[in-house]
């Protein structure tokens, strides 16, 4: 599975995401598309996203950026999945774009709730 990964640029992304992925069972089996890893690289985001089968979305804190990176996700009838901190309040406009949510306590709960939902 091709999995892009959404986040707000002033969220811990590195520690929080990107490193746990990438130790975890999950990147033996997936593709996980990191889009801030090679910072100094020109990407097509769009286009990405349009050609994975789904898009993680760490919602906590909200992005301009992200936003649009989900409008396209939901233009090209990507699933979204959006994960968030528990006590965070997320924006109420997340629900027009997909039903799918996560809470998570902490790293591990977060990786072992995507994880139960890649394999259902």
């Not at 033996?28 to 990407?43: R, V």
């Not at 996700?73 to 027009?96: E, H, V, W």
Request: overall charge positive; some cysteine.
């Amino acid at each position: 599975m091709k999995i892009y990964i959404s986040h707000s640029s002033k969220y811990d992304y590195t520690n929080r995401i990107y490193n746990p992925i990438k130790k975890s069972d999950l990147s033996k089996s997936n593709t996980f598309f990191l889009p801030h890893e090679d910072k100094n690289k020109i990407i097509n985001t769009k286009e990405i996203i349009s050609n994975c089968d789904l898009v993680i979305a760490e919602v906590s804190m909200p992005a301009t950026g992200q936003g649009i990176e989900l409008g396209w996700a939901d233009y090209a009838k990507t699933p979204i999945l959006c994960i968030y901190k528990k006590g965070t309040d997320i924006s109420s406009s997340l629900k027009f774009i997909t039903k799918q949510f996560i809470e998570y306590e902490n790293i591990e709960d977060m990786m072992k709730k995507i994880s139960d939902f890649i394999k259902k």
